[in-house]
């Protein structure tokens, strides 16, 4: 039996194995918070209290004997619900929910046993009465007249005091605060007491601030009830406020005291995790309310970046379920936020960043330390999708660590790297000759206009330890370890970035169509007014939406920018998506019901810049610039050299052919290889080519390394003869070289047989026929544009000609002394014939003409040969490589490429191979 407070006497029993047995009813109950506010701020209140309420509910017949109980004389049961049941709450507000279930949250508040009916005026409260006395004797439920009041202005209510004005402290849980007594010895210190080796004195000015404290303390502010539709103010530490007539009115306020691991947060986690305690705490303020959260900690700044990690990333995800706002806290509250106080003005603070870069085998990361003068830091850690060089590495580190400032509103800062030689740079003491360095220079300018005041200073790398240590363990961890505020991964180079999203507010395509229809307004403008009436009969609006009537199907929704974006990707690049043409792709979306003015141009646009989509597409075959046709000014003049091989072992263990044609007479020399080594090749051009025919002006050959060869290039730099590459895998270049391996090839081919080995032996047949058979492209033999005469051939021999009967010595001297006065002539006619022929060759070639011309610093792709493909990918190796840079533009379609980061790729390569890249 327990004593209750007006006298009366209350039997208890315990009913804890009972209720372990008994399954939870799971019926919600109110919140008293919102109870609360919905009772404040009304003029007349009745508080009802129901007579022993939980015992006017009947037990059901077959539950009674369950709360059997055993006293000195017998065993009794419960016929009604007895306090103590586990389910007793939620079975009685389930029929308080019943009884008044029409006139709670509107004249009424229930919660279990406390009920109270609310009213503005006196008329309507008693109306309000009369409905619930009503229920209360439809239902039979009996009140307690010694705990019911009626008509008050105010009340106690869930342990709250409701009145007119609003919410206040229940005066009894203030008592004990008031009735404290001053302190009296050493062990109540307060203040500046806390040291035992203080001698103990109470002044007047403690005796004044205990006293404030009590009344501080005892005197709670009173709190209003929140206005539906109006937004509410959230001060972190945390009160809530809503504004009315440009007035502040208090409507909660909460604290808690941070735990041990909570304490060495950094100031913005703090801030945060106050933030995400008034949410748990204050949920239903923020479920039905925008909430403007006012403090000078540029939180929002930092729960807006998507980079986030750890505890921060969860807490942004739990914050962007509601209609959050951030504000800069008002002046007049300051006192609200002690410990914030010194961020009023941290904008016009000068504040430090320490960067470092960090690039080893297993990547390239960077990490930013950004302190403020009121202990607020920022860490941010990036790795690179891409190799990058210490000085590259240190330049990003540099730029990411100014973008994050500038977003976080900094003015003024000092940024501290141990990497001297990117300091002196940017100061303009050293001079930037690298051109991927250069670029990043300019770009750090361009970034330091948005500050006030911005210092790069050098500091030895152990005074930025802290930075350095996290640079060198984040490139080495493997994605997802790393432990800072913000982790952001760097797919490409920053100097890449040549345009800078910027949001505008662009007119829709569809807003005078839109407005025409549903609204009937037309432009002003006569053109425009006849022009969206002609368009729009076109459209229509279904459910709020705006369609076209079109042919592939009978409505196309209509989209903006934006939207037209989202589906061109998902329909390209998404789970269904193909890497189709632009035809197909744009044909896709209309099959999809989608349409916008520029869906062909766009769907073209995209497919072209698509990396996917260029990188393995096919390969160019068409020609990209015009013939240049290689003319020599005078026979042997212009000789074109090359390597053929490997041929079946012939005799003397030759395999490799070396072969040299003259560009005019088009003359061949040839001779069997052992090894093709460079000091073969320089031996037969001396011997087969300089001793026999002259020194020639120019020499043509591709890019082996037996024609790269250092002596091999002095001795023709000592003769005075230039030495001409062609492109890499372009034989055409060297054209006339090429034809003339494949006649011996096919001469070869066709006297061999079976008897592979003899070639070396069949070669001077080979050389002898093609030296004695007329040119196409001259109308005459090498050997007569050589010697100015017909070679003796064997058939003349064997079937004697005129020639050879009629041959007489002295006569035959001078015939052919006087063919050698006219040997200029017959080599005119030659040069002549051989032009026209190139001319011929030249408007043929152009029919099937597809120009491509780069320009120094343009992007382009290169063929991926065989040779540079990694061969794991076998068949799925991509056909096209790069991007690379135009270096130089040279002569008839050749260029000299470099990559990215500004590393030149050897040698020369055609146009024919290369396309440009789009981004």
């Not at 039905?288 to 921060?312: F, N, W, Y």
């Not at 035959?812 to 011929?840: M, P, S």
């Not at 135009?886 to 030149?904: D, P, Q, T």
Request: proline content about 4%; aromatic content about 10%.
């Amino acid at each position: 039996m327990v004593k209750k407070s007006n006298g009366k006497w209350k039997m208890c029993t315990d009913y804890t194995d009972l209720n372990k047995a008994c399954p939870k009813d799971i019926y919600p109950l109110p919140n008293i918070d919102r109870l609360v506010d919905g009772a404040a701020n009304h003029k007349f209140l009745t508080f009802l209290d129901a007579y022993s309420g939980y015992n006017q509910i009947r037990m059901h017949p077959r539950d009674e004997d369950k709360t059997a109980f055993v006293i000195e004389s017998a065993n009794y049961c419960y016929q009604v619900m007895f306090f103590g049941l586990k389910n007793a709450g939620a079975t009685y507000q389930r029929l308080m929910d019943k009884i008044f279930g029409g006139q709670i949250g509107k004249n009424m508040e229930v919660y279990v046993d406390d009920m109270v009916v609310k009213s503005t005026d006196t008329l309507s409260h008693v109306a309000d009465l009369a409905k619930v006395f009503h229920a209360l004797r439809k239902h039979q439920m009996r009140l307690n007249p010694d705990k019911c009041v009626f008509g008050v202005s105010g009340g106690k209510f869930l342990g709250f005091m409701l009145s007119s004005r609003g919410i206040e402290a229940n005066p009894d849980k203030c008592q004990a605060i008031i009735d404290m007594r001053s302190a009296s010895n050493l062990k109540e210190p307060i203040l500046g007491l806390l040291k035992k080796a203080n001698r103990f004195q109470w002044t007047d000015e403690c005796e004044t601030s205990c006293q404030l404290f009590k009344e501080r303390l005892g005197t709670p502010p009173v709190l209003a009830k929140p206005i539906p539709g109006r937004e509410v103010m959230l001060y972190i530490s945390a009160d809530m406020i809503q504004e009315q007539d440009r007035q502040q009115q208090l409507v909660y306020f909460i604290s808690r005291e941070l735990q041990d691991a909570e304490r060495r947060y950094q100031l913005l986690e703090k801030v945060a995790l106050g933030l995400i305690y008034a949410v748990r705490r204050l949920r239903q303020y923020f479920q039905s309310h925008t909430v403007v959260v006012r403090t000078d900690c540029p939180i929002a700044k930092v729960l807006q970046k998507p980079e986030l990690v750890g505890r921060m990333m969860a807490w942004s995800i739990k914050l962007s379920e509601f209609d959050i706002h951030f504000a800069i806290k008002s002046q007049s509250l300051t006192d609200f936020v002690n410990e914030l106080s010194p961020l009023d003005h941290f904008e016009d603070s000068t504040w430090t960043m320490r960067v470092d870069g960090s690039s080893n085998d297993q990547g390239s990361d960077v990490e930013i330390i950004l302190e403020s003068p009121f202990s607020i830091t920022l860490e941010q850690s990036l790795r690179f999708g891409f190799r990058a060089s210490n000085n590259q590495a240190e330049y990003e580190a540099l730029l990411a660590g100014m973008r994050l400032a500038a977003e976080m509103g900094v003015r003024k800062i000092t940024c501290w790297t141990d990497l001297k030689v990117v300091t002196e740079q940017v100061n303009d003491n050293f001079q930037v000759k690298d051109a991927n360095l250069l670029k990043y220079y300019h770009l750090f300018r361009g970034i330091s206009n948005q500050f006030q005041e911005i210092h790069v200073k050098d500091t030895p790398r152990g005074n930025n330890e802290r930075a350095d240590q996290l640079a060198r363990l984040a490139s080495s961890r493997k994605p997802g370890q790393l432990q800072s505020t913000i982790h952001l991964e760097l797919p490409t180079p920053s100097v890449t970035q040549e345009c800078m999203p910027v949001d505008g507010a662009l007119q829709s395509w569809m807003t005078d169509i839109w407005n025409f229809i549903v609204n009937g307004s037309e432009p002003a403008d006569p053109t425009e007014s006849r022009k969206i009436q002609t368009q729009a009969a076109r459209y229509s609006v279904v459910a709020r939406e705006l369609y076209q009537r079109g042919f592939s199907t009978p409505l196309l929704k209509c989209i903006d920018q934006q939207q037209a974006e989202y589906v061109i990707r998902e329909v390209q690049d998404g789970i269904c998506g193909s890497h189709s043409g632009r035809r197909t792709l744009s044909a896709k979306i209309l099959r999809a019901g989608y349409y916008w003015p520029t869906l062909k141009l766009d769907c073209a646009d995209y497919v072209k810049k698509c990396v996917q989509c260029q990188k393995h597409g096919n390969l160019i075959h068409a020609s990209a610039t015009e013939l240049h046709s290689i003319s020599s000014p005078w026979p042997f003049a212009l000789w074109g050299i090359d390597i053929l091989g490997s041929f079946p072992l012939a005799k003397g263990q030759c395999k490799f052919l070396i072969i040299a044609v003259d560009y005019f007479t088009k003359w061949i020399e040839a001779e069997p290889l052992t090894y093709i080594t460079a000091a073969n090749v320089q031996k037969f051009v001396w011997k087969n080519i300089i001793t026999r025919f002259g020194i020639p002006h120019t020499l043509i050959s591709d890019n082996r390394l037996q024609f790269t060869d250092k002596k091999f290039n002095t001795l023709l730099e000592n003769l005075d003869v230039r030495h001409r590459f062609t492109s890499v895998e372009h034989p055409q270049s060297n054209g006339l070289a090429e034809a003339a391996n494949k006649v011996i090839l096919n001469e070869l081919k066709k006297r061999l047989d079976s008897a592979k080995g003899t070639w070396a032996e069949e070669l001077h047949e080979v050389l002898w026929a093609y030296r004695c058979t007329p040119q196409s492209s001259t109308k005459e033999t090498p050997f007569r544009l050589t010697y100015e005469t017909d070679a003796m051939i064997l058939v003349k021999v064997g079937e004697p000609s005129f020639r050879r009967t009629h041959f007489h010595e002295d006569s035959n001297d001078g015939a052919i002394r006087a063919e050698l006065d006219i040997l200029d002539e017959t080599r005119d006619k030659a040069q002549i014939v051989a032009e026209a022929c190139k001319q011929r060759m030249t408007r043929r070639f152009k029919s099937k003409l597809t120009p491509r011309k780069f320009q120094e610093g343009d992007l382009v792709w290169r063929v991926a040969g065989s040779a540079r493909r990694n061969p794991t990918e076998g068949k799925l190796a991509a056909n096209w490589d790069g991007p690379f840079r135009v270096r130089h533009a040279l002569h008839n379609g050749a260029y000299k490429l470099e990559e990215l980061s500004g590393k030149v790729i050897p040698r020369t390569w055609n146009s024919t191979h290369l396309k440009t890249y789009y981004s």
